[in-house]
């Protein structure tokens, strides 16, 4: 990738962006001088709550696009209204960083309705008393145009539904985003708590239910009023349920105990271990540089579950 003085001033050439599509390389920023950003209001605002404020962001030239990369990483870009609508602030949350790793995706990458996701689960972690797990997330959320060169998009697992998007169509984004300077800045099974999250979760959104984005990031203005929106959608959703949820597992993992024999005629309760189903999928084989490779996850999935005893097979040549 390349900052500006690399480019040479002419955004025509694609030379090292060829996996970019034509729909996000054709979009210059609508902020190319110093008053555009200034109007968008004070850096500051965008500032975490007791993070320090010295934060700087730069309009950008006709010559940038929003997938360029600044010249030894010297800074990103993020789109507006992630900042100014879905509520998005800096430093990111280690939570936000580790989905942005988990993904291997610049910040602009990300659809503003997925950042939206995003901010939704941490608040509706945050009600719960819980930290965010990237394992919850990606339990509930699956990835999708990684590999397309345009705007990485998060939906619902289905039948995992929690949230709505924050809007049903998002059209206006595109051209406007800034640049931001930078200053410091493989999830494959849940854990038996995390498990137990996302099974209390559901408890809670039988029926169909799902929690409207929207009302979720009006939490750090008004978070009385998201706390009676999730008090009134589901009542039982709430830390004091969870606490007891995780208490009555752990109670029944207690009870379900089994003896173990020892030395000298004696006896001890063990608990037994909660073990989870693994499968992976079968997959057709292809060849990549001359090489053959089986694909055994990914968007490509098809055919019977592959057990974990038969998958040793596939790491035979």
């Known amino acids: 990738m390349a900052g500006l003085g690399q480019l040479g001033g002419n955004a025509s050439s694609k030379a090292g962006y060829e996996w970019v599509n034509d729909v ?45 990369k600044g010249l030894s990483g010297g800074w990103f870009f993020m789109y507006t209204c992630v900042l100014l609508e879905i509520g998005v602030r800096f430093p990111f949350t280690p939570f936000e960083c580790a989905v942005l790793r988990q993904i291997n995706c610049a910040p602009s990458q990300i659809h503003p309705n997925s950042w939206g996701f995003m901010r939704a689960f941490e608040i509706l972690m945050e009600y719960l008393e819980e930290k965010p797990s990237v394992e919850v997330f990606f339990h509930l959320f699956q990835a999708k145009g990684v590999n397309r060169g345009m705007w990485v998009t998060l939906s619902s697992h289905q039948g995992r539904t ?43 959104l039988k029926g169909g239910k799902v929690l409207t984005t929207l009302e979720l990031l009006k939490w750090d203005s008004e978070k009385d009023s998201v706390i009676d929106y999730l008090e009134s959608k589901v009542p039982d959703c709430n830390t004091l349920s969870l606490k007891s949820f995780f208490k009555q597992r752990a109670e029944k993992e207690v009870s379900s105990s ?20 693994v499968s992976l999928k079968r997959m057709r ?27 040793v097979n596939f790491t035979k040549s």
């Open 162 to 204: 929690v949230f709505c998007p924050f809007k049903a169509s998002y059209k206006d984004f595109k051209e406007c985003y800034i640049k931001r300077p930078v200053q410091c800045l493989g999830v494959e099974e849940l854990s038996d708590r995390d498990a137990d999250l996302v099974e209390f979760l559901f408890q809670n």
């Open 24 to 68: 996000v390389w054709c979009i210059p920023s609508n902020f190319v001088d110093v008053e555009g950003v200034r109007h968008l209001g004070p850096p500051s605002s965008w500032v975490r709550e007791g993070e320090e404020s010295n934060i700087e962001f730069l309009p950008c030239v006709l010559s940038e696009r929003v997938c360029h």
């Open 258 to 277: 089994h003896v173990v024999k020892v030395e000298k005629g004696s006896e001890v309760s063990k608990p037994l271990e909660r073990r989870r189903p």
């Open 285 to 311: 084989s292809e060849e990549v540089f001359g090489k053959k490779v089986i694909y055994l996850t990914g968007s490509r999935c098809h055919g019977k579950d592959l057990s974990v005893e038969e998958a």
